[in-house]
């Protein structure tokens, strides 16, 4: 998670210190989890068993110390901040509330059960013999409440940012830090302490896991631990940089003529695939070529215009919640009654309705298997960490392109807008055969530099 700051708030001591001591990592290693406290693991094990022993424990009562600290820090912002802000409905509405402090009593609840279940395995005289890594995976499902925290950081510090403007708020807000005894921190810092302690929790049990060796009962569940907690923060990493795209998502609908119904952010924040490919839909039977756009959620028709290839009109969508994905063997087709290659079909649940696609390539259609594919995955995930744009995003982006479109006088598509990505190669961008297909192989922090749109831009109008 890259964020503009990395201080964790020690709020007994009254300091603040670097999250991580000793050798700075790089950003990447951070988010992802994979950051080492040191460089050898072998080394940490070829110890002496005392000194060890001694390193584990000081690793056990730093990650006790720090959940104490964490959790007196997340009292101080519920009690402190957000319920004097509910008393002043004068200066806070609920949808200010929402934004500026998220699911943050959530959080506060989830982390109470957590560190009381892991005082529990704390041995307090000989902590090095302290079994904690259970307790991660014991809970390892409520640490994502910190997804829907992280997503709606960036909207927080903008909307207190807009309120600090005001001296009124300015005042507020102090008066609210010395009522409650806290330290000499503004909100913002507060507020961005759970982004700190999500990423840290896996810097922590890398750190546990070197000091660890696999005769100890713990072994085991610490490095299952580790393993649950880097893939809690790649995922709310990955759902960070969605919401960043959102924007851009809107401005692309923007651009489509004749755009009807819905839009898209109502239910999709990800473009998962793209492709031009024949298309038959019964009980018409008549073959059209048409350029489909895969979201989560929803596949979008468009038409190319005939004169302006660059062009693209709106010609419907498929709701992919309520179709199944059927691939179709090459030879006659007994429910259209036709020769068909490289073809799969979209099957509704609910009725006898059928959609047959025909890719110019088996490759292509591959792809879009396992596009679709994905693209279930990708719902199932949301679902289960309950992610979702939410109405203030929405607005936020609508009101981007709104602006983008008014100073530039007709509609346009970002160069920046990152590519769907290659359904059968994770970390390749890529777009459809039948669009001159090209793949590009792209560091993580390089994505929105994606030369995708110099090929992609041709389908999209820069002027009406």
């Known amino acids: 998670l890259q964020w503009e700051t990395d201080l964790w708030v020690n709020q007994e001591e009254n300091t603040a210190v670097e999250t991580v001591e000793g050798a700075s990592p790089s950003p990447s290693e951070v988010q992802n989890g994979h950051a080492d406290a040191s460089p050898s693991s072998s080394d940490c094990l070829c110890q002496p068993a005392q000194d060890r022993d001694q390193m584990r424990a000081n690793i056990i009562n730093?990650?006790?110390?720090?959940?104490?600290?964490?959790?007196?820090?997340?009292?101080?912002?519920?009690?402190?901040?957000?319920?004097?802000?509910?008393?002043?409905?004068?200066?806070?509405?609920?949808?200010?509330?929402?934004?500026?402090?998220?699911?943050?009593?959530?959080?506060?609840?989830?982390?109470?059960?957590?560190?009381?279940?892991?005082?529990?395995?704390?041995?307090?005289?000989?902590?090095?013999?302290?079994?904690?890594?259970?307790?991660?995976?014991?809970?390892?499902?409520?640490?994502?409440?910190?997804?829907?925290?992280?997503?709606?950081?960036?909207?927080?510090?903008?909307?207190?940012?807009?309120?600090?403007?005001?001296?009124?708020?300015?005042?507020?807000?102090?008066?609210?830090?010395?009522?409650?005894q806290m330290i000499d921190i503004a909100i913002d810092g507060f507020l961005l302490t759970p982004v700190q302690k999500i990423c840290k929790y896996p810097l922590q049990l890398a750190e546990l896991l070197k000091y660890t060796v696999q005769e100890h009962s713990d072994y085991r569940y610490v490095a299952a631990a580790l393993a649950v907690m880097r893939n809690v923060t790649q995922q709310i990493n990955e759902r960070k940089r969605r919401l960043e795209n959102i924007e851009k998502i809107a401005q692309w609908q923007a651009s489509v003529l004749d755009w009807e119904?819905?839009?898209?952010?109502?239910?999709?924040?990800?473009?998962?695939?793209?492709?031009?490919?024949?298309?038959?839909?019964?009980?018409?039977?008549?073959?059209?070529?048409?350029?489909?756009f895969l979201f989560d959620h929803q596949m979008v028709l468009c038409k190319k215009d005939l004169i302006r290839r660059d062009i693209l009109y709106y010609k419907g969508r498929i709701n992919m919640d309520r179709y199944n994905v059927v691939d179709a063997v090459d030879g006659r087709d007994d429910d259209f009654n036709?020769?068909?290659?490289?073809?799969?079909?979209?099957?509704?649940?609910?009725?006898?309705?059928?959609?047959?696609?025909?890719?110019?390539?088996?490759?292509?259609?591959?792809?879009?298997?396992?596009?679709?594919?994905?693209?279930?995955?990708?719902?199932?995930?949301?679902?289960?960490?309950?992610?979702?744009?939410?109405?203030?995003?929405?607005?936020?982006?609508?009101?981007?392109?709104?602006?983008?479109?008014?100073?530039?006088?007709?509609?346009?598509?970002?160069?920046?807008?990152?590519?769907?990505?290659?359904?059968?190669?994770?970390?390749?961008?890529?777009?459809?055969?039948?669009?001159?297909?090209?793949?590009?192989e792209f560091p993580e922090p390089e994505r929105c530099k994606s030369p995708f749109w110099q090929s992609f831009s041709r389908l999209t109008p820069f002027r009406k």
């Open 261 to 292: 119904g819905d839009d898209i952010l109502d239910r999709s924040s990800e473009l998962v695939y793209t492709g031009e490919m024949s298309w038959i839909y019964q009980p018409y039977g008549r073959s059209q070529t048409r350029v489909f």
């Open 338 to 440: 036709v020769s068909v290659k490289n073809a799969f079909k979209l099957s509704n649940k609910d009725s006898d309705e059928i959609h047959i696609f025909l890719a110019k390539k088996l490759e292509e259609k591959l792809r879009w298997l396992r596009g679709f594919h994905e693209e279930r995955k990708m719902v199932q995930e949301d679902e289960k960490i309950g992610f979702e744009i939410s109405e203030y995003q929405k607005r936020q982006a609508a009101m981007t392109v709104r602006r983008m479109t008014k100073q530039k006088g007709h509609r346009s598509v970002p160069p920046g807008y990152p590519p769907p990505m290659d359904p059968m190669n994770p970390g390749q961008y890529l777009v459809g055969d039948s669009m001159e297909q090209s793949e590009f």
């Open 62 to 180: 730093e990650i006790m110390s720090t959940e104490r600290h964490y959790i007196k820090h997340l009292k101080d912002i519920c009690e402190g901040y957000f319920r004097q802000c509910k008393k002043r409905r004068d200066m806070f509405n609920d949808d200010q509330l929402r934004v500026i402090f998220g699911n943050i009593e959530d959080i506060y609840r989830f982390q109470m059960g957590f560190v009381r279940d892991l005082e529990k395995q704390y041995n307090t005289e000989e902590p090095h013999l302290s079994e904690i890594g259970p307790c991660f995976l014991e809970h390892q499902d409520g640490f994502w409440i910190y997804s829907e925290y992280c997503n709606n950081h960036v909207d927080a510090c903008m909307e207190l940012s807009r309120l600090m403007k005001d001296g009124r708020y300015q005042q507020f807000f102090e008066a609210c830090r010395l009522v409650q």
